[in-house]
């Protein structure tokens, strides 16, 4: 069983530069592949970025260039370092660890307003 627990969220200006945080519990972390996905209301939960245990990044056209996706083995923790943040980019934002099993933290809230 994985746990998986994001912070990092709140409100933001536009141009904002927050880091999302997501700390996993359990021995294997460095098995996951590690992804953050935003659901936006009314919208369905989509990807934003994921990073294998090889460290190969993805990432979603609409994100690409502002948003980089690392994590720390050591730490058991990955991280999504959004810069440039746009009113569009407001969403909840989960965390998604996948290997044999696959896991979902309980989201944050990011909200980009003046």
């Known amino acids: 069983q994985v746990q998986l627990v994001e912070s990092g969220g709140g409100l933001v200006q536009p141009g904002g530069s927050p880091r999302l945080t997501c700390a996993a519990s359990?021995?294997?972390?460095?098995?996951?592949?590690m992804d953050w996905y935003c659901q936006a209301p009314g919208k369905q939960r989509e990807l934003v970025a994921s990073i294998t245990s090889g460290l190969n990044t993805n990432y979603a056209d609409s994100v690409k260039g502002r948003f980089t996706i690392s994590r720390d083995n050591a730490k058991n923790t990955v991280y999504l370092q959004m810069n440039s943040l746009k009113s569009e980019d407001t969403a909840v934002y989960y965390c998604?660890?996948?290997?044999?099993?696959?896991?979902w933290g309980q989201g944050t809230q990011v909200t980009v307003s003046s």
């Open positions: 359990g021995s294997f972390f460095r098995f996951y592949a």
């Open positions: 998604h660890a996948a290997w044999r099993d696959d896991y």
